[in-house]
């Protein structure tokens, strides 16, 4: 089975701090993605990448950026982190018609 | 741009009764997922439909696409208390899915004993 791994279940920072969400998947998968959840929200999508060094914008990037250096990994970075990014962030790999989910890191920021 | 309905966004029924989840999209899509999440928990795939008629079932667990109507739903048969769980769709129409999904806001299910 695909493994998608996120390095950390919670992070508590301060506001102003750069933040690093790191995701790794193991199964050589080209597409990746970041999500963001919210109550009453659901699940939006803040950034995708397609390949090593390629990245789109999704339906929410303001305030973030993305990184893909090697194919297995795929960090969101928040550079300037604020109150309002306090959410739980998913992150995704895809192979053909199946997605698979990291286990989710749940950011504070105060 | 691509909206993803889902309703109701809650729902709380007593075991042994049926219930359906309904998902509704506004563009032209052949894929279609269901996905199943616990409190704190990440997110579970439970089905994923392909085409037009698509029906699966997992145990009592049924989900169908209606790619004209634009529409699947997740059904609930005879509920038990272990499905309680938030439950969300999410279309993809990407070409080869390089796009990402776009969920609904979810369907909070609470079934009580």
């Known amino acids: 089975d695909v493994k998608v791994t996120q390095s950390s279940r919670y992070l508590v920072k301060r506001t102003g701090e750069k933040v690093f969400l790191e995701c790794v998947q193991d199964m050589d998968h080209e597409n990746m993605f970041w999500y963001r959840q919210d109550p009453g929200l659901g699940l939006r999508l803040i950034y995708f990448s397609y390949d090593v060094k390629m990245k789109e914008k999704g339906d929410i990037p303001e305030g973030y950026s993305v990184s893909r250096e090697k194919k297995e990994r795929f960090s969101l970075i928040l550079e300037s982190a604020s109150t309002n990014q306090t959410s739980m962030y998913l992150c995704a790999s895809r192979e053909n018609y199946g997605y698979t989910f990291g286990s989710g890191t749940r950011l504070t920021v105060v | 741009e691509l909206k993803v309905e889902q309703n109701p966004l809650f729902l709380s029924m007593q075991e042994g009764k049926n219930y359906t989840i309904y998902c509704n999209y506004s563009t032209t899509s052949d894929r279609l997922y269901w996905y199943r999440q616990d409190p704190g928990k990440s997110l579970e795939s439970l089905f994923v439909?392909?085409?037009?008629?698509a029906v699966k079932q997992e145990g009592r667990l049924m989900a169908s696409l209606d790619t004209k109507a634009r529409l699947s739903t997740l059904h609930i048969t005879a509920a038990v208390h272990d499905l309680s769980a938030t439950y969300f769709c999410?279309?993809?129409?990407?070409?080869?899915?390089?796009?990402?999904?776009?969920f609904g806001k979810g369907t909070h299910l609470i079934i009580q004993p």
């Open positions: 999410a279309v993809d129409i990407g070409g080869g899915g390089a796009d990402g999904l776009t």
């Open positions: 439909l392909l085409s037009n008629g």
